[in-house]
């Protein structure tokens, strides 16, 4: 009976969560839950979360340790996205959710023509990955769903990692 009136509660505030954004590097082992429609911070700058766009169709730009996650709607391509990377082994992971298209296409435009990034990966909405890829993409998308692209610098090449960019989706 004790055990049950513990995982009410529990279950009770897990059903309120919206998305989980987690790290996944093999560095640390936890998620953040973010609900939707609202701008977070956490103290120590591990968590900061922005709402760039004030339309519907929501972007949330996530800062978890070394990774940049933003989050976008298939409806809102083609765009154009700038961003920096402030550290060397910082990765981008734009995710796209509600991706209707056949094929996506991206170009990675950095501010300096030696600055080492690139698309690393790309996942799927069936969870299959592919990759590596280079500062340009074309991909055919075989299933409808929320698609991530990946981007960081290549570990075959030599060059900072840091400064500004610019991705443009099609």
Same mark, same amino acid.
């Given at each position: 009976m004790k055990k049950q009136l513990l995982i009410i509660p529990i279950l009770l505030f897990?059903? =309120?969560k919206k998305e989980t954004v987690g790290q996944n590097d093999g560095k640390v082992d936890s998620a953040v839950t973010i609900p939707?429609?609202?701008p977070i911070s /956490?103290?120590?700058g591990v968590v900061? /979360?922005?709402k760039s766009d004030p339309n519907p169709t929501d972007t949330l730009r996530v800062v978890l340790g070394d990774q940049i996650i933003k989050t976008i709607s298939g409806d809102m391509i083609p765009l154009k996205i700038q961003d920096e990377f402030t550290g060397e082994n910082q990765q981008y992971i734009l995710k796209i959710k509600n991706?209707? =298209?056949k094929k996506i296409s991206g170009?990675?435009?950095?501010?300096?023509p030696e600055m080492n990034i690139r698309f690393n990966q790309i996942q799927l909405a069936n969870g299959d990955f592919d990759g590596p890829f280079g500062r340009d993409i074309s991909y055919q998308i075989p299933k409808s769903g929320e698609i991530w692209l990946f981007i960081s610098k290549s570990n075959m090449a030599s060059g900072d990692a840091k400064g500004r960019f610019s991705v443009s989706l099609q």
């Open positions: 897990s059903c =309120g939707e429609n609202s /956490v103290n120590q900061s /979360v922005e991706f209707t =298209g170009h990675i435009e950095p501010e300096h």
